[in-house]
């Protein structure tokens, strides 16, 4: 039996990854002290977002 290429699960998998990411940056921003790595954390996270968003708009159906 022979695997069937699914790019909507590639990119369900790729948003799933991107948001764990994007917790991940949360938790850090949490005990960030500086204003620099927090501005930083948030210029990091407004990316992982976009890229989030874009991807959704890539596959039909996905909610944004």
Do not use: C, G
Request: no cysteine.
């Amino acid at each position: 039996m022979s695997t069937v290429y699914n790019p909507e699960a590639d990119v369900m998998a790729q948003i799933e990854r991107l948001e764990l990411d994007a917790r991940d940056l949360r938790r850090r921003m949490d005990h960030v002290r500086s204003a620099e790595d927090r501005r930083v954390l948030n210029k990091q996270l407004a990316e992982i977002k976009r890229e989030m968003e874009f991807l959704r708009r890539s596959v039909p159906k996905l909610p944004l």
